[in-house]
């Protein structure tokens, strides 16, 4: 081989490369079981507590699993990965974030040792088109993951990964994002949305933190109309939530929380049944109403 067709071939390596990694891509994305749609949930995640304690609300969580088919791997989209630009997860074994403070230890010692999915994760960079996603090989799982995902399956042997939440783009924006992520679901990836509809800890009660359906006028109406909305399939005004009033205003300080049911609803199919549970509110002013689509 003379220089010219050394550098020739050299030319051609890296194009060769991506070739075979699409390949080996989209064969992950067909050996996924396509038997049939997995469902999209919607969990109030609520305090870090539920990680732990056993009430009416993680028993929700439990019970919901029951009705799923076991998936080959979660997406969660969770209210405690901010970032600007967007990035799935794609580490082997994700660490477990005890993102928060002031807790019991026995909170902070919870691990939950679910295997990542790099395949997953680059799969999901290929299939979402509007936009660049990057890889992140850092975050793991915070506690909107794994606080709700471990009562669902305790034995940490599904494959898990994150997709984070970009803070420049408008609500719009994120459900057409969402949309793009359908496929997955013919494929058995389970997409977890995980926030709390209402979320306003500045208003919080603290007398009333144990005190379950206590919720002040505004918290109430919030998610009456946010329910009533959501059943009638009409998404618009849940996407355009800055312009339905003070109680939206109240239930809404920052989008974070709210923006993961955005996502599940994006993902909602014409003519899918959508079931709420765990729909009652704690303190005054958080929500912990959670929605199974399909």
């Known amino acids: 081989m003379n220089r010219k067709q050394f550098l020739a071939a050299a030319a051609t390596l890296p194009l060769a490369g991506?070739?075979?990694?699409?390949?080996?891509?989209?064969?992950?994305?067909?050996?996924?079981?396509?038997s049939s749609t997995m469902p999209v949930l919607f969990l109030g995640h609520g305090s870090p507590m539920n990680?732990?304690?056993?009430?009416?609300?993680?028993?929700?969580?439990?019970?919901?699993?029951?009705?799923?088919?076991?998936?080959?791997?979660?997406?969660?989209?969770?209210?405690?990965?901010?970032?600007?630009?967007?990035?799935?997860?794609?580490?082997?074994?994700?660490?477990?974030?005890?993102?928060?403070?002031g807790f019991p230890q026995a909170l902070f010692d919870v691990q939950y040792p679910a295997p990542g999915s790099p395949d997953l994760a680059e799969a999901v960079q290929q299939t979402i088109k509007s936009k660049e996603i990057h890889l992140d090989d850092k975050w793991g799982l915070d506690h909107g993951s794994?606080?709700?995902?471990?009562?669902?399956?305790?034995?940490?042997?599904?494959?898990?990964?994150?997709?984070?939440?970009?803070?420049?783009?408008?609500?719009?924006q994120h459900y057409a994002l969402a949309r793009e992520l359908a496929g997955l679901r013919k494929k058995g990836v389970l997409i977890i949305g995980s926030g709390n509809n209402v979320h306003n800890l500045r208003m919080v009660s603290w007398q009333h933190l144990n005190t379950v359906g206590y919720a002040f006028d505004w918290a109430k109406e919030a998610n009456e109309t946010m329910k009533?909305?959501?059943?009638?399939?009409?998404?618009?005004?849940?996407?355009?939530?800055?312009?339905?009033?003070?109680?939206?205003?109240?239930?809404?300080?920052?989008?974070?929380?709210?923006?993961?049911?955005?996502?599940?609803?994006?993902?909602?199919?014409?003519?899918?049944?959508?079931?709420?549970?765990?729909?009652?509110?704690?303190?005054?002013?958080?929500?912990?109403?959670?929605?199974?689509?399909?």
């Open 51 to 101: 990680a732990i304690e056993e009430n009416e609300f993680v028993q929700g969580f439990r019970h919901v699993s029951t009705e799923i088919e076991k998936p080959r791997a979660i997406l969660v989209i969770s209210a405690h990965w901010e970032t600007r630009g967007t990035f799935v997860t794609a580490m082997e074994n994700p660490s477990t974030i005890h993102d928060f403070g």
């Open 146 to 172: 794994w606080s709700v995902v471990k009562h669902m399956y305790p034995n940490a042997d599904v494959p898990i990964i994150q997709m984070s939440i970009d803070y420049n783009m408008a609500p719009a």
């Open 228 to 294: 009533g909305y959501i059943l009638d399939r009409n998404h618009q005004p849940l996407i355009d939530f800055h312009k339905q009033g003070r109680a939206f205003e109240l239930a809404i300080p920052t989008p974070e929380h709210y923006l993961p049911m955005i996502y599940a609803l994006a993902l909602q199919e014409k003519n899918e049944e959508i079931q709420i549970f765990n729909d009652a509110a704690v303190a005054g002013a958080l929500t912990m109403t959670s929605l199974k689509i399909g």
């Open 18 to 34: 991506a070739a075979m990694k699409l390949k080996s891509l989209n064969k992950f994305i067909d050996g996924l079981d396509s």
